[in-house]
Structures are given as C-alpha cells and as structure tokens.
C-alpha cells in the first residue's frame, strides 16, 4: 500500500514542493495551510505521517502536534526555521518525532520521511500476489512454502515495485527509489535485475503476469484486479 502523507505549511511554494517531491517518490499527499486544517485533515484522512510546519495560522505547529498526540500515535515531522536546541527541545516534546530546519532539501525530507516510517511501520509486512509472498521483515520471497533466492538488489527492486502495485515507474525512478541518489546506473541495469526477477517469479517469461512492461515508461507491478499482463 501507498503511504499517505499530510504536508502542513501555510506558504504555498514549500507546501508545493515537499508535495511535489513525496509524490515523485512514491507517497500520496494531502495538504493544509493552517492548524486548524491540519487538524481536521488529520482526522478526516488518516495519513501514515505529518510534516508539519511549527509556524501557522490559527493554531502553532507545537499546539497542533500536541493536540494530535492526545488521540493519535501518528509520526510527525516538525519543519521550522527556528533553529536553536531549545526549539529542537520544545518541537521534540511536544511529541515530533523528527525535527527539520529551514532551509533543508526537499530530497533530504523525502528520506527523512522514509526513514521515520520504516522505524513506525509493524515488524511483519508481507506483500502477497497469487501464490507468490514477499516478505520484507525476513527479507525473503517464496512461491507457496518454497524460498525463492534472491540478491539484496533484487528484492530492493522487487519491494519498490510490490510496494505501490499499478504505479508505472520509470528505469530513473526504480534507481532512485531503490538504491539512492548516489547510485550510479544505466537503463539496462534496471532492465536486467528485472529480467533476472520475471525468470524467478514469472509462470512464464515470454507473458509476464507479475512485472509488466510500461512502453514507452518502464514498469509496473501487478494490481490484483489484473489478468495477465503484456510481456
């Protein structure tokens, strides 16, 4: 499933931003200028994290993390430009789990964002597609009881994709979601880890069901609605 994240600033352009670079990774998004806002879209949408800015109208980041904490153990990720160690203190009291400072890099929240969620996230999680199972907290795939072995890159690959199942991803984005912006590596690098996937996972190669091929994009991992998908 696709994580939801509730993005709260009330100045348009970093709202923008940070929105726009959590959905490029992956996460849904929904937005609020105001703590009264995030308030109530806290409670309407129930996302699996907030980035909230301590600055706002109507009610303070602090006071709106506080009321959060009192009916809800969702993770919040304070963003401020307030920078000194008892402003870190304060937003880490009032119950944040992470605390950002102004100016920061978009990609750096991102993985921020991750980070905090891995740590919240149950210790099971299995992602199951007809009699294929990808467990993530063993760090194993088996068809039925049967482990099925698999290199640390591919199942890396394999979880980005399983992960947001119908999410056509482009070779670009697999890299950068799956092994970091410092990873260095070609089309065909992608092409071939996928390759290596479909001979482990696919009934049949030659019509893959699983990881399906995107034209003219790259791929995607199966919904359950599908049927068969295109080779």
């Known amino acids: 499933m696709r994580s939801r ?19 490029h990774a992956g996460y849904d998004v929904d937005v609020a200028a105001t703590g009264p806002g995030a308030l109530a879209s806290a409670a309407e949408r129930a996302p699996d994290l907030i980035v909230l800015d301590v600055m706002l109208p109507g009610l303070s980041g602090l006071d709106v993390c506080r009321a959060l904490r009192e009916r809800t153990d969702v993770p919040i990720i304070m963003v401020t430009a307030r920078t000194t160690e008892d402003d870190t203190l304060a937003g880490l009291r009032s119950g944040a789990d992470d605390y950002v400072a102004k100016p920061f890099s978009p990609r750096e929240l991102v993985a921020r964002v991750a980070a905090v969620l891995r740590r919240v996230r149950p210790a099971k999680r299995e992602i199951r597609t007809g009699d294929v199972t990808i467990d993530l907290a063993a760090r194993e ?19 980005v994709l399983a992960s947001s199942p119908g999410r056509a991803w482009t070779r670009a984005d697999l890299v950068e979601r799956a092994f970091g912006h410092e990873y260095e590596a070609l089309d065909r690098t992608i092409d071939a880890h996928v390759m290596n996937l479909r001979r482990k996972l696919e009934p049949d190669r030659a019509k893959p069901s699983l990881i399906q091929t995107v034209f003219g994009v790259g791929y995607r991992f199966r919904t359950p609605e599908d049927g068969e998908g295109d080779a």
């Open 5 to 23: 994240v509730l993005v709260v600033d009330d100045n348009v352009r970093t709202q923008e931003a940070i929105a726009l670079y959590l959905r």
């Open 141 to 159: 795939v088996r068809r039925g009881d049967t482990p099925i072995p698999m290199t640390r890159a591919e199942l890396r690959l394999l979880e």
